[in-house]
């Protein structure tokens, strides 16, 4: 457990590696929070559910820390708004180092004697901190992409590992199929209460929609046509003034977008991303297709490759039959955010190694755009 703590500890100070000092503190819209309160508040974990909980003894880094780094953990106590995160000058980066470094010190000496009780809240721990690693990457391209001279991130970061070439539908039959998370391995809450669902037969595609189709709709008017959208996503589109692809540029005749590698042309090779809900679902209905439900989505994961975008699907976040949402502060984890947001399924360029598995149910609401997601098409 030490080993695996100190490597995903030190991955998520990786992440922030090629940033200077200015880019920790930004926060461009309330989704995004500045990198440094992910360094803090990754750390506040392990100290407000561990060791202040396990170690009598314990003194915490600093007494505000708790306020300053909380994130929606009401039971917990009061927190600086998410909006807000952006305003922390202070601390500084090198005291939120510092906090880390202290923190960890702590923890590796509390690991070495874990009593049992303690390994599932670790556990969740580090899944917790992965959770953000991603976030650090998206919240980081969104910091550099809204800044006017478009910053590489890195020089050798490449958004999409492989193209895909393979765009024929495979079928499957009408039957019982098993869905949610059955072992014995680390899963999430929401992914609990294992069940079968009745699927009719449906088809779906075996690789996601490109950039290329994603211009034609594009071209054809898609963002001009009501008929294709539904009323809350029309209404967000006139309100936002929504023409693209989140990070799309307009040049002369053609479309540059910004990737953390710096500003480049539009690949239409590499399968769209950074569209909402509301996006995914008015291309599905251009193409006189739709959008998979996450059930047909995860009874077919076994058919395609996943794993370079999340991947919209057309079910509300909604616990399973059964569930029930754990006792205590760990409860507010998935289970009161189970309203008004859609799930997305798979995994992402950004997703960290081990993090991902079929079950996994990710969930935003439906206007946003800045994660490392695209579109499955499905039809019967």
Known sequence: MKDRYTTVRTLTEKICAPLQTEDYVVQPMPDASPPKWHLAHTTWFWEEFILSKYIPSYQRFHPRYAFLFNSYYESVGERVLRLHRGNMSR?????????RAYVDKHMLLFLDAMPTEAASLVELGLHHEQQHQELLYTDIKYILGHNPLFPSYRDDFHETASMETDHRFTTLPDGQYAIGYNGSDFSFDNEHAYHTVHLSSFSIRKSLVTNGEYMEFMRDGGYNNPLLWYSDGWSWLKEKAIDSPLYWHPSGDRWQRYALSGLEPVNPDEPVTHISFYEAAAFAEWKGMRLPTEFEWEAAAGTFTW???????????????GYKRPAGAVGEYNGKFM?????????SVATPPGHARVTYRNFFYPQQRWQFNGIRLCKK
């Open 91 to 99: 601390p500084t980066v090198e005291e939120i180092l510092a906090y």
């Open 307 to 321: 794993g370079q975008r999340w991947e919209h699907v057309n079910s509300a976040y909604l616990p399973y039959p």
């Open 339 to 347: 309203i008004n947001q859609m799930v997305l399924r798979g995994a």
